[in-house]
């Protein structure tokens, strides 16, 4: 089999990193080598990220941090999909673009760069899912799970990256689950989707 990268993408919340989960284990059990990854990641530059060291500074900085760990990251993407594993990543690209161009705090970046600063990611993905869900309920999913609350998780703004993320599917092609419903439904979907693609 040739390999495959699949992302999928979709505010705080909405089930990515289960759905990366369960996919994993079902490419897996059809003896497909299954890769989980995810954004920012958790060595050099996105571990810098994640760790917060940077401070206050703006999200156009905070762009190009992303930009950067996304680079190398993609390298290691592209050897695990040429020796024939189906990648499984937790955000990509549109994450950078919905997260950063909303308003947090009075700042954003523009939306236009931000696109364009992504161009030699915007096409990499076999497929793109974008698990969509109402971030109120989102966000009561996370609190449900008692984790710390991110600087990201308020309502008005994962609103504005809701929004942000809708503009983007339409416009690159990403496929839309509705992440609503029971995760069994959603994960249904989601491996729909990708049997097109596997």
């Known amino acids: 089999m040739s390999g495959v990268f699949i992302v999928i993408e979709g505010v705080d919340g909405s089930g990515k990193s289960t759905v990366c989960r369960r996919v994993a284990e079902a490419l ?7 890769v989980v990854t995810a954004e920012p990641t958790h060595e050099g530059i ?16 905070e762009a190009l941090l992303f930009v950067a760990d996304r680079n190398d990251h993609t390298e290691r993407i592209a050897r695990e999909v040429g020796d024939g594993a189906a ?3 937790d955000r990509y690209f549109a994450s950078t673009v919905a997260y950063q161009s909303a308003k947090l705090d009075g700042d954003s970046s523009d939306r236009d760069w931000l696109i364009q600063i992504n161009s030699d990611f915007r096409d ?7 698990l969509d869900i109402d971030p109120r309920e989102g966000l009561s999913r996370v609190d449900s799970r008692g984790e710390g609350i991110s600087k990201f998780e308020n309502l008005a703004f994962l609103e ?14 990403f496929r ?20 097109e693609v596997v």
Do not use: H
């Open 87 to 89: 990648v499984i990543c």
């Open 28 to 34: 897996s059990s059809r003896g497909v080598r299954a």
């Open 160 to 173: 504005q990256v809701r929004a942000n993320y809708l503009r983007l599917a339409e416009e690159f092609g």
């Open 176 to 195: 839309v689950v509705d992440a609503s419903r029971s995760a069994d439904e959603v994960f249904s979907d989601v491996m729909s989707i990708i049997d």
């Open 46 to 61: 996105g571990a810098f990220i994640r760790s917060g060291a940077a401070g206050r500074i703006s999200q156009r900085t």
């Open 124 to 130: 990499r993905a076999d497929v793109t899912i974008l």
